[in-house]
């Protein structure tokens, strides 16, 4: 199978991913704040210091609504690539819309390192108000949220070397 179609073909397959994530994604978000008063499902860090709750009502919507901003930035950067994966499996490497596409996919992993940093503190305060307690607030960027800093940088810039291949694509298509 030569390259070309072995580019198409897993394009056509990570497509298929990407909306399976989107759904998986928000219907995890959905869960974890809905099921019976309890917050299931939450990452480790506000699991150990919280638990599973009980929380009121009011708590798991503003918490859900907190989880809002990580979802938007992920559904922003997975757009950008079902998008580039659209082109690519049918075959379009050098469009006008790739760097732009691949630019807003490094500024979706950059939103999303942020907007992960966020919900963690944001969540862990509106948990610890729930308790009746003491306000506690966790603050912390992990290092899967520098990685996402770090791959969304480097992602804009191949945006940048993708506006300039197609610049010469289409350079040398305008030549023959």
Not at 93 to 116: D, H, Q, V
Request: positive net charge; contains cysteine.
């Amino acid at each position: 199978m030569s390259k070309m179609n072995s580019l198409m073909k897993t394009s056509r397959k990570l497509r298929m991913v990407i909306v399976s994530l989107w759904l998986l994604t928000l219907g995890a978000a959905v869960l974890r704040w809905t099921i019976t008063g309890t917050a299931t499902l939450l990452p480790p860090t506000l699991a150990a210091q919280f638990g599973s709750g009980p929380f009121p009502p009011t708590i798991r919507l503003a918490c859900f609504v907190v989880e809002l901003a990580p979802l938007a930035a992920a559904y922003y950067s997975l757009v950008a690539l079902y998008r580039i994966c659209g082109a690519y499996g049918h075959g379009d490497i050098f469009k006008r819309e790739t760097g732009i596409l691949y630019r807003r996919f490094g500024t979706g992993l950059l939103l999303l390192g942020g907007a992960n940093a966020l919900y963690t503190t944001l969540v862990s305060a509106l948990l610890s108000s729930a308790g009746g307690g003491k306000l506690a607030i966790s603050v912390g960027l992990s290092t899967a949220d520098l990685y996402l800093l770090i791959v969304g940088g480097a992602v804009q810039m191949l945006g940048i070397v993708m506006d300039e291949a197609y610049r010469l694509h289409d350079e040398n298509a305008q030549i023959i």
